[in-house]
C-alpha cells in the first residue's frame, strides 16, 4: 500500500509537502485545501490545480466566508442560465445560514450611490449597487483573501508564510474597475492573467489571477485576482513586517 506507485494524490501532494501552508508551517497537514475553492465555480465544477496541504482547522476555519464569497463574486454579469439562476439562490440560502443577517447587511441606498457617483454612474453597466462593506462581507472577504494569498505565495514560491509573516490586502469592487479607481501603477506589475485549465476547460471567466516575486529571497509575493467581473484583489505576502515595502496600502493580516 506504501510503495510510491499506489499512493493517492493527496499522499502524494502531503508527501511533497508535510505541513499546512496556511497557519505557519509548522502544523502536520493531513488534507488538500483548494484555493480559491469548488464553491466559487459554475456547478462546483473546478480544473484540477491549486491543491494545497492544510490542517483540518485551516480548511475549516474558511467554509463560512466562502459562501459568502461565492455569492459575491456572482452579482456580476449577472447569472444567465436557469441552472446558474438555481445555484445562485442555493448559495445565497447558504450564505444567510451560515452567517445570519448577510443578505440584510447588503441592502443599499440606490439613489445615494448613484448621487455619490455623479458622471461617473454613466461609466457602469448596471445600477444594481450592494452594500460589501458591512462586517458579514468584509470578515468574510479578508478570511478569504488572507488564505488565498497565502496559497498563492506558496504556488509560487515553495515558501510557507512562518508565523509572525503578514499577507495586505487590497480589495477592488467592479465599480472601482469602471470608474477607474484601481491602482494602475501597481497593476502594470503583474503579467497576463492565468487561470485554472484542464485540457480545454478554462475558467479565466470566473477566476484568473497572476504573481510576481522577490527573486533572490523568496520572502515576498504580490498577486492580482479577480473573480468574475465583480471583485478583484490585489495581495502582498511577506515573511515578515518588515519586507512590507513602503507605500503599500491594504489592511495587514498577521499569520
Ligand atoms: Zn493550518
Redesign the pocket.
Known sequence: MTSPGNLTHTQRMLAAQPF?V??GGT?Q?TTLDHMPSRVLFDGKHRPKGLEFS??Q??QDSTRKAETVFAVLSRFYPEPTTNTQRAEFQKLLRAAERHNPGFMREMETDQVGHLHRLGNEAALLPSWNFLNVSGPICTDSISAFSVKLGLALHYEITRQIVPKGGVVVVARFSNVDAFTGDMPKAALTLFGEGQTLEMGKFRVADQFEYSSVYAGDTMNMSAHFATFRMSMALLLLACHSEADIPQGVHGDRFRV
Do not use: D
Open positions: 499546512c496556511f497557519c502544523t497537514a492544510s490542517c482547522p485551516c
